[in-house]
C-alpha cells in the first residue's frame, strides 16, 4: 500500500517496508507486473524497475464498496486480530471498537487494530481501507451507525436473517456475552436479533460468520 499510485509512465520510489515486502516477501521480479493499492479505492498496475522503484503500466478505480459496519465488543488476546482481519476480508467498510458491561479489556490498542486491518486490506487486495474508530461505550458505539442501516446484533438463539440488500451493521459482544440490559436497549433502538447457529461460537468465529450470513458477497 503507498500513499500515491503513479500514472503510467510515472516512476515511483517505495518506501523501505512495502519495497520489502514486493521483493523480499512477494519475491516479485524486475518487469513483473502487480498491483499497488492506495487505501481509498485507487489501485495500478506497476512494474519493478529497480530495488525499490515502480514504474505505472495502468491505474484502475475500484467500484463504491457498499457500507458494512462492525460493532465489536472487544476480546482478549488475538481473537481482537483475528476478529479485525476477518471483518477486513468480509468487506466491513467501518470498524467501531465498543467497550460492553462485560468487556475485560478497557483500554484497547486501537492503533494496532489500524495496523492490522491495513495489513489485511493489502493481503487480500483491497484497495481500500476501512475505518477503525476510537473505542467507545457500547450505546456510543452502536448509535454511530446510521439508522437506516440494516442493524443486527447477534444474541444466541435469534432467528436466521436474509442477507441485506444495502447498507448493514452487525454488533458482535465480549466473550461474556451482552448483558440483558444492552441487549434490550439496542433492541428498542431498532437494531434486530439474529441468530449464528445452534453453538456457543468464539468471538471471531461470530464476527466472520455474522458478516457471511448478513452479506455473502460483502467484498462489493
Not at 516512476?11 to 520489502?20: E, I
Not at 450505546?139 to 442501516?149: E, G, K, L, M, Q
Request: neutral net charge; aromatic residues 2%.
Amino acid at each position: 500500500m503507498v500513499e500515491r499510485i503513479p500514472e503510467p509512465g510515472e516512476q515511483l520510489d517505495l518506501d523501505p517496508a512495502t519495497a520489502h515486502h514486493v521483493t523480499a516477501v512477494s519475491r516479485i521480479a524486475r518487469d513483473e507486473p502487480f498491483v499497488l493499492v492506495d487505501g481509498r479505492g485507487g489501485e495500478a498496475v506497476v512494474a519493478l524497475v529497480g530495488s525499490s522503484r515502480v514504474e505505472g503500466r495502468e491505474v484502475r478505480r475500484a467500484g463504491v464498496r457498499i457500507a458494512l459496519h462492525l460493532v465489536l465488543a472487544i476480546p482478549k488476546g488475538p481473537a481482537a486480530d483475528h476478529a479485525v482481519r476477518m471483518a477486513v476480508e468480509l468487506g466491513v467498510t467501518e470498524l467501531h471498537p465498543a467497550i460492553s458491561a462485560r468487556t475485560v479489556v478497557r483500554t484497547p490498542n486501537v492503533e494496532r487494530w489500524r495496523r492490522v486491518a491495513a495489513a489485511a486490506a493489502a493481503q487480500s487486495g483491497r484497495s481500500d481501507l476501512p475505518v477503525v474508530h476510537a473505542a467507545e461505550p457500547l450505546p456510543i458505539a452502536a448509535a454511530a451507525v446510521p439508522a437506516d442501516h440494516d442493524r443486527r446484533v447477534a444474541v444466541p438463539g435469534g432467528p436466521p436473517l436474509p442477507p441485506a440488500t444495502g447498507g448493514a451493521a452487525l454488533l458482535v459482544g465480549p466473550e461474556g456475552g451482552l448483558s440483558p440490559e444492552e441487549v434490550a436497549v439496542l433492541f428498542e433502538g431498532g437494531w434486530r436479533p439474529t441468530g449464528l447457529g445452534p453453538t456457543v461460537l468464539r468471538v471471531d468465529t461470530a464476527v466472520a460468520a455474522g458478516l457471511a450470513s448478513l452479506r455473502p458477497a460483502a467484498s462489493g
